[in-house]
């Protein structure tokens, strides 16, 4: 299956490829797995995946290409490397915030957290970009200092800070 787009990630599973990718097609709208490609009897002696055995997974993220590749247990996700999630509306964050963190590591901080398979995520409310460069600097850094005290961005909180 051919993929047009010039830059597509690659995410190394171990063996939880297509498990992944049904997770994360099931929480972003306009998404789909595209492909399934499997292992064959040619190279085993080097991947050691039984024939039949998913490789890889082609699928979309609100119509954002990925490829999950079962690699095997060499490579593990850290911070590095997160994904931006950007929400016009608190109840986009809670959505997201609910449903990649369940059975993930506890919440990180300033809207990070860290879903079951290892992988980052930014939940990121619009409106924090807005007031972070706002024009008046005492203002930027007063919902800078109270969203670095956040977990799950909270939005209200940010434009009452503001409003202040």
């Not at 789909?32 to 040619?42: C, F, L, P, W």
């Not at 490579?75 to 986009?92: L, M, V």
């Not at 993930?104 to 970009?129: F, H, M």
Request: net charge negative; aromatic share 10%; with cysteine.
């Amino acid at each position: 299956m051919q993929n047009n787009s010039k830059i597509t990630p690659c995410l190394w599973f171990d063996d939880q490829a297509e498990a992944a990718a049904q997770f994360y097609t099931s929480i972003f709208r306009n998404s789909k797995i595209v492909h399934v490609s499997r292992y064959g009897d040619a190279g085993q002696e080097i991947h050691g995946k039984p024939a039949g055995a998913v490789m890889t997974v082609s699928f979309e993220l609100d119509g954002q290409p990925f490829t999950a590749l079962n690699g095997g247990p060499i490579f593990k996700f850290n911070e590095a490397i997160s994904f931006q999630i950007f929400c016009d509306t608190q109840a986009d964050v809670d959505d997201y915030w609910q449903k990649l963190s369940a059975g993930g590591e506890t919440a990180q901080q300033c809207g990070w957290l860290k879903d079951k398979y290892g992988v980052s995520w930014q939940i990121i409310p619009r409106i924090l970009i807005e007031l972070l460069n706002h024009p008046d600097a005492a203002t930027s850094q007063k919902v800078t200092t109270t969203m670095l005290q956040m977990k799950k961005i909270e939005t209200d909180e940010l434009k009452r800070v503001a409003a202040d």
